[in-house]
């Protein structure tokens, strides 16, 4: 389970203080399917780099397992193992090739290139592009990239995938087939889904949908049936 308890986030000082996030606490029960949703300035990214250890809050925890990722761990190497992140931008190196840039997080680990071979090409297959593995990344459209970006976020089975606007640069079918995806992946391997989205549509797939307003959660709401 991944909580955060009582998190508050403040940037600046004194007149210059700005509450990003307010006393925010949340669990995200393993297996499940989330949304976090709200407009620009509601608190999102901030919520979701602290969730990761990506950024620090000013007050209050996050915990795995129970434990502490900034204090009872190190938090690079426990989010290079638990966590997979799918970004808007997919943050791919345009000139190598499709296997070693699924690879990466597994080579940043110190991991064999015999290994990460293995694993990337495993991950290739579960989005379907095996077929692509020695191409350049450039050479890709973008949902093919995007579906590169996803095998490298799965490459070392995370606990939680977390997918920061995953539709936002593509057209609606091929955002259509990675939402698909996306759900398809998170049922089948019983992965924690985060998405942090502007997308209501995208949003309502998901089991529960967080709506975060000025720093605040503003609703939480959770339904039985998976669409």
């Known amino acids: 389970m991944l909580e955060v308890v009582n998190v508050k986030k403040i940037y600046g000082k004194k007149d ?4 990003a996030l307010s006393d925010i606490t949340l669990s995200f029960e393993k297996g499940t399917s989330n949304a976090i949703v709200g407009k620009s300035g509601s608190g999102k990214s901030t919520l979701l780099h602290i969730l ?24 690079d190497s426990w989010r290079g193992k ?68 996803i095998a490298r976020a799965l490459v070392d089975n ?21 939402e698909q995806l996306l759900f398809d992946l998170q049922k089948k391997l019983r992965t924690t889904l985060v998405i942090v989205t502007h997308d ?6 998901c089991e529960r949908v967080i709506y975060l307003k000025d720093g605040k959660i503003e609703k939480d709401t959770k339904k039985e049936n998976k669409s």
């Open 82 to 149: 638990n966590v997979g992140i799918v970004f808007q931008q997919f943050f791919l190196q345009p000139n190598d090739s499709v296997l070693d840039n699924v690879g990466l997080p597994l080579k940043l680990q110190g991991i064999s290139k015999k290994i990460r071979n293995i694993k990337a090409a495993e991950a290739l297959k579960k989005v379907g592009l095996e077929d692509r593995m020695k191409s350049k990344a450039n050479d890709l459209s973008g949902g093919q990239k995007q579906r590169v970006a």
């Open 200 to 205: 209501s549509d995208l949003a309502k797939r």
């Open 158 to 178: 995370p606990s939680i995938l977390i997918a920061d606007e995953p539709t936002g640069n593509l057209d609606t079918e091929n955002g259509d087939a990675i």
């Open 16 to 19: 210059k203080a700005f509450n």
């Open 52 to 75: 990761i250890g990506l950024d620090h809050p000013t007050n209050g925890s996050v915990l795995y397992n129970g434990k502490n990722i900034l204090r009872d761990m190190n938090t």
